[in-house]
């Protein structure tokens, strides 16, 4: 009788096994699952566990060099004024200044004001009042070698 108890028990148990899916041992017939293969990053993408500053500037070394080669044409552009700029959107790639001196997007070059050092670099509409500052691509900064925790002050000039 204890054996009937004991067996029945059991059967029950792997009968309840049977139930989940694949059983108790799986489908032993069927292949093992292919992993589904992770999509290349796009070009230029930030990598999803990035840390540091090199991680998060991903412009080419092409675009780099066309900034600061660009830097240094200065024949008929129109000077827009200087702005205190920080540093803005880490993520947003590119080398460009948001500021409140355009209103709409144009080529242009900011010179810092202390140094001279210069970058060619898009500039974007900010909606924010003449003297609110400007924010800066992680890339331009780099360039310019300012302190990326610092705020800068750029003479901002638009090209023609």
């Given amino acids: 009788m204890k054996n009937i108890g004991l067996l029945t028990a059991l059967s029950l148990i792997l009968a309840g096994c049977g139930a989940v899916q694949g059983g108790l041992f799986g489908n032993l017939d069927a292949p093992p699952p292919v992993a589904e293969p992770e999509a290349a990053p796009e ?15 991903t412009t080419s070394v092409g675009d780099r060099a066309a900034a600061l080669d660009g830097a240094s044409a200065t024949g008929g552009e129109v000077n827009l004024g200087v702005t205190i700029a920080s540093l803005g959107d880490a993520a947003q790639q590119g080398i460009w200044l948001k500021t409140p001196l355009v209103s709409k997007e144009s080529k242009g070059r900011v010179e810092v004001t202390r140094t001279g050092k210069a970058v ?10 003449p003297g609110a500052g400007s924010r800066m691509s992680l890339a331009a900064m780099r360039l310019l070698e300012v302190d990326l925790t610092a705020l800068t002050e750029m003479r901002v000039y638009r090209s023609n």
């Fill in 43 to 57: 070009p230029g993408a930030i990598p999803e566990d990035a840390r540091t500053v090199e991680e998060f500037d």
């Fill in 120 to 129: 060619a670099l898009d500039l974007i509409p900010l909606d924010a009042a």
